[in-house]
DNA sequence: CACGATCCATTGAAGAAGTCAATTATTGAC
DNA sequence: GTCAATAATTGACTTCTTCAATGGATCGTG
C-alpha cells in the first residue's frame, strides 16, 4: 500500500510546474542570476566581477570604446562606468586616453599588464561558459548563442 | 569619391565585433538587462516590478509556497522575501498563512484582488514576452524556452 | 519526554549597485 | 562668435544585496 504519497518534492519541484517557470523573463533572470554568480566566483581570483571583466575585455580588444560606449553597450549609467574603471585604472589594468577625435571623449585602452590578465581571466570565464554549455547539447550551442544575441539586441541586421 | 569611410558606425555596431559580443554570460546579462527593463515598465502600470509579479504569481498559482522556497526559487535572500511579501501583502493582494504542516513556516497564497490583478498583469507580462519572441524565429520558440529552462536549472531530470 | 541541533522568518546594519540632476569642458550648427 | 547638444564627472539619494543575530518551532536522539 503505497502511503498516500504525499510526496512533498522538495518544494522546488512543486514550483518547477508553476506558470511562472513558463515565463520567459522569469527563466532569463534565473538563467542569468545563476551565470552571474558562477562568473563572479569564478572571476573573484583575478580580483575582477563580470563587470568589471567586461570593460577589461572590451578595452584589450583595441575596440577602443569611448566611456559612453560602453554605458550603452553595458547597459549600465555612465556614472557607473566611472566607477568601473577608475577600479581597473588604479591597478593599471586599463587607462584612459583623451579621444584625438573629439577632446570630450575618453577612449579605453587596455595596458600590457591588463592584457595579460586578461587573458588569465578569460579561461576563468570559459570555464563558466562551459559549464553553462553543459547542459545543453553540443549541438544546439551555436542555436543558443544565436539566439542569445538576438535577445540581446546585437544580432547582425543582415549586411 | 567615397571619402576613406572611416564609418564610425556608430559605437555599437564596433563593440557588437568584440569578443564579449561572444560571451554567452555577456550575451545573457544584457539580454536580461533588456527584458527585465522592459518588464518592470509594463508591469508599472498595476503596480508591480518584475519581482513582486513573480512573487504574486506563484501566490496566485495555489502552488502555496513557504517563503524559503520563494526565496530559493526566486534566487533571493530570505530576507529580501521578507520585504516583496510585505508590500503585496499591504495591499492585501497576498496572505501569510502559518503552514499547519510546519507552524515555523508561512505559506503565500493570493487574495481574491491579488488574483485579478495577477490576471491583468500577466497581460503585461505576456506582451513583454511576444516582445522577446519577435526577433526569434517562432519555430525556434519552444526551443528557446527550453534552453532557458535548463539553463536556469529548472528542466525536468526526466521523471 | 527532554535535550540540543537545525530550520523558518524576521530584523538591522553595512556595503554595493542603480538612478538622477547639476557641472565643466568641448563640440558642432548656424 | 553664439548657442544648443554632448562626454565625463560628481554628489545625493534610493534601492538591492549580503550577512549576522534573534525568537519561535521542529526534529532526532537518547
Same mark, same amino acid.
Given at each position: 500500500m503505497s502511503p498516500t504519497e504525499k510526496t512533498r518534492p522538495t518544494g522546488h519541484d512543486r514550483l518547477r510546474g508553476s506558470v511562472?517557470?513558463? $515565463? !520567459?523573463?522569469?527563466?532569463?533572470?534565473?538563467?542569468?542570476?545563476?551565470?552571474?554568480?558562477?562568473?563572479?566566483? #569564478?572571476?573573484?581570483?583575478?580580483? !575582477?566581477?563580470?563587470?568589471?571583466?567586461? +570593460?577589461?575585455?572590451?578595452? #584589450? $580588444? $583595441? +575596440?577602443?570604446?569611448?566611456?559612453?560606449?560602453l554605458a550603452e553597450f553595458l547597459r549600465l549609467d555612465p556614472s557607473q562606468v566611472v566607477a568601473l574603471i577608475d577600479g581597473l585604472e588604479r591597478r593599471q589594468l586599463v587607462e584612459r586616453r583623451t579621444d584625438p577625435a573629439d577632446r570630450r571623449a575618453n577612449v579605453l585602452v587596455a595596458t600590457d599588464v591588463g592584457r595579460a590578465l586578461f587573458i588569465r581571466a578569460q579561461e576563468s570565464a570559459r570555464a563558466v561558459e562551459l559549464g553553462l554549455l553543459a547542459t545543453v547539447p553540443p549541438e544546439d550551442h551555436e542555436r543558443l548563442a544565436h539566439l542569445l544575441r538576438t535577445a540581446a539586441g546585437l544580432s547582425r541586421p543582415l549586411p
Open positions: 511562472l517557470a513558463g $515565463d !520567459l523573463s522569469f527563466l532569463l533572470a534565473r538563467a542569468n542570476a545563476l551565470t552571474l554568480a558562477a562568473a563572479n566566483a #569564478a572571476l573573484a581570483e583575478h580580483g !575582477l566581477k563580470a563587470r568589471s571583466y567586461s +570593460v577589461l575585455a572590451l578595452a #584589450a $580588444d $583595441d +575596440v577602443r570604446p569611448t566611456q559612453r560606449e
